[in-house]
């Protein structure tokens, strides 16, 4: 069982910053993406952003471009969300997950292994 873990939520005004950590112990070569997703209380789990571990390439969601920044340390098995700008809207649980496919996925159901989530509430 691989036991990802997110760090980093809390509590921010808006247009405030936080960053997200996910630690990846024991990295394995099959685990080419690198996701995060949030869930709202009462909504689905929507996608935010994702990385490609190797060519660090990029993919977000429309309503976070240009506000949030996801990054990776391979030497430190970590990847990162920097979230800037931060609206009530992104009040969630947000989620590090890992995929075995490399074509950048939105779609949650390509992400094998999840962390256990960290509370980011953004007060108005």
């Known amino acids: 069982q691989v036991q990802l873990v997110e760090s980093g939520g809390g509590l921010v005004q808006a247009g405030g910053s936080l960053r997200l950590s996910c630690v990846v112990p024991?990295?394995?070569?099959?685990?080419?993406?690198m996701g995060w997703f949030r869930q709202a209380p009462g909504q689905e789990r929507e996608f935010v952003a994702c990385?490609?571990?190797?060519?660090?390439?990029?993919y977000y969601t429309d309503s976070v471009k240009g506000r949030f920044t996801i990054s990776r340390d391979n030497a430190k098995n970590t990847v990162y969300l920097q979230m800037n700008s931060l609206k009530p809207e992104d009040t969630a649980v947000y989620y590090c997950?890992?995929?075995?496919?490399?074509?950048?996925?939105?779609?949650?159901?390509?992400?094998?292994?999840w962390g256990q989530g960290t509370q980011v509430t953004v007060s108005s």
């Open positions: 997950a890992i995929a075995r496919v490399g074509n950048l996925p939105s779609g949650s159901n390509w992400y094998d292994y």
């Open positions: 990385i490609s571990w190797s060519s660090g390439m990029t």
């Open positions: 024991g990295r394995s070569f099959s685990w080419l993406v």
